[in-house]
């Protein structure tokens, strides 16, 4: 026996609603803060370097307009600082690396400009996505929508990140050989290790060479410490 289906719809004409957002979303200026919302990074761990020394060394990644003078705290070690500003020189860089004595490396990104304009685009879809929040079929599309524009302003950072086209590397006043893949960039982030830290010493093992020692380590350590004040001498 037949029967209907009725099937989901909506008035909004999605494309027009977008184009008329383009008038309502002001041109994009702060690239860094639209950035950090829409784009993470997880931290990269100095494989080659934690492996010669027992000390794992965490890089993040930090985005700005300006070369960031930040000191690392806690369990990060180091930062790769990517800089987003079509006004700032390689050379601006280049100074203010040269005089940075922390474990920075830095990542100066020629295509801002392209960035820029990815961001507004989804900045457009989230102002739609805002007038119609209560059309679920026409939320589902745009919701669709801005996870594509998300997903492309990734691959234009990530992608962008090991072309020598379009980022230059620069640690310590000087533009590194181009880092072309993860690979290259660990071993990198093990070179910059060995020039910040080393002075530190070498002390291989895992269970107390951490930012947070285990309970059973703690327990031991304490014991260690009332012991070693205990019979001091």
């Known amino acids: 026996r037949g029967r209907y289906l009725l099937n989901e719809g909506t008035d909004l004409d999605v494309q027009?609603?977008?184009?008329?957002?383009?008038?309502?979303?002001?041109?994009?200026?702060?690239?860094t803060t639209l950035l950090q919302r829409?784009?993470?990074l997880p931290p990269v761990l100095a494989k080659r370097h934690s492996y010669r020394t027992g000390t794992p060394r965490l890089f993040e990644y930090w985005i700005s307009e300006r070369p960031t003078t930040r000191v690392p705290e806690g369990e990060t070690d180091g930062y790769i600082n990517l800089i987003f500003n079509e006004h700032l020189t390689l050379g601006d860089v280049r100074e203010q690396s040269a005089a940075q004595?922390?474990?920075i490396l830095y990542v100066y990104y020629r295509n801002t400009d392209l960035i820029r304009d990815q961001l507004f685009s989804i900045e457009k879809t989230q102002k739609?996505?805002?007038?119609?929040d209560e059309d679920k079929v026409a939320l589902r599309e745009l919701t669709q929508i801005q996870e594509h524009q998300t997903n492309l302003l990734n691959h234009m950072i990530l992608d962008g990140l090991f072309d020598p086209d379009k980022v230059t590397w620069v640690f310590q006043g000087k533009e590194t050989e181009p880092v072309t893949s993860p690979r290259?960039?660990?071993?990198l982030l093990s070179e910059v290790c060995e020039a910040v830290f080393k002075d530190a010493p070498v002390f291989k093992n895992e269970l107390v060479n951490r930012h947070k020692l285990s309970g059973s380590v703690g327990f031991a350590k304490r014991n260690?410490?009332?012991?070693?004040?205990?019979?001091?001498?």
């Open 16 to 31: 027009v609603e977008l184009s008329r957002a383009g008038n309502d979303v002001d041109q994009i200026r702060d690239v």
């Open 38 to 40: 829409y784009y993470q």
């Open 184 to 187: 290259a960039l660990n071993q």
């Open 224 to 233: 260690f410490l009332q012991a070693l004040v205990g019979n001091w001498g």
């Open 101 to 103: 004595p922390e474990a």
């Open 128 to 132: 739609v996505i805002e007038r119609h």
